[in-house]
């Protein structure tokens, strides 16, 4: 998508131009309106509700993903950025392993920065819950060369019988950088 021309002082500004640049830069989101249960799969696939379509360009993002684990075990949630189209991605994330009701306890995982090239369209982190919920957040950039989408996929880490749980209100927000 190339950016809107925006007219020389003096001409007329139509309407759809005026629409054009708002859709540039007004954010893109998903966010659950419900939860999803996972159990004996380790095998990542697509959330229901977290999937962004984009033009081509460069974004920036976060992922916010409240998990539970019926089996409150660590490293029960295992999840991945995938995309279709060519891109470049970078992503570092973080897990805050606390309870939601009570945070007056709580430990952050932090991952390091992790590019990923154009071949391989996935980036994969991992956080454990092992109180009753966990707060897991990714922050990328994805420079898209064509248009696609961008999905959360995710799973259990080590599957098991129990439910995790990736629950309503966990969301995907990108905004377009300028190009």
């Known amino acids: 998508m190339a950016w809107t021309t925006?007219?020389?002082?003096?001409?007329?500004?139509r309407g759809g131009i005026l629409s054009d640049l708002f859709t540039e830069?007004?954010?893109?989101?998903?966010?659950?309106?419900?939860?999803?249960?996972?159990n004996t799969t380790a095998t990542r696939t697509a959330d229901p509700d977290l999937t962004l379509t984009l033009p081509a360009g460069t974004w920036e993002g976060t992922a916010v993903m409240i998990v539970s684990s019926?089996?409150?075990?660590?490293?029960?949630?295992?999840?991945?950025?995938?995309?279709?189209?060519?891109?470049?991605?970078?992503?570092?994330?973080?897990?805050?392993?606390g309870s939601i009701t009570d945070l007056t306890s709580a430990t952050i995982n932090a991952?390091?920065?992790?590019?990923?090239?154009?071949?391989?369209?996935?980036?994969?982190?991992?956080?454990?819950?092992?109180?009753?919920?966990?707060?897991?957040?990714?922050?990328?950039t994805i420079a898209l060369t064509t248009a696609g989408s961008v999905t959360l996929n995710w799973a259990q880490e080590a599957s098991n019988g129990n439910n995790t749980t990736l629950h309503a209100g966990s969301s995907?927000?990108?905004?377009?950088?300028?190009?």
């Open 70 to 97: 019926a089996a409150n075990a660590a490293g029960d949630f295992s999840w991945e950025l995938a995309w279709t189209g060519t891109a470049t991605v970078t992503m570092s994330g973080w897990a805050l392993d």
């Open 172 to 179: 995907i927000r990108v905004q377009r950088l300028e190009s």
């Open 111 to 140: 991952g390091a920065a992790t590019t990923v090239d154009t071949t391989s369209p996935t980036g994969n982190q991992n956080a454990g819950c092992t109180l009753y919920k966990c707060v897991a957040v990714t922050y990328f």
């Open 6 to 13: 925006v007219p020389a002082a003096g001409a007329k500004l």
């Open 25 to 38: 830069v007004r954010p893109k989101s998903a966010r659950k309106a419900s939860d999803t249960a996972r």
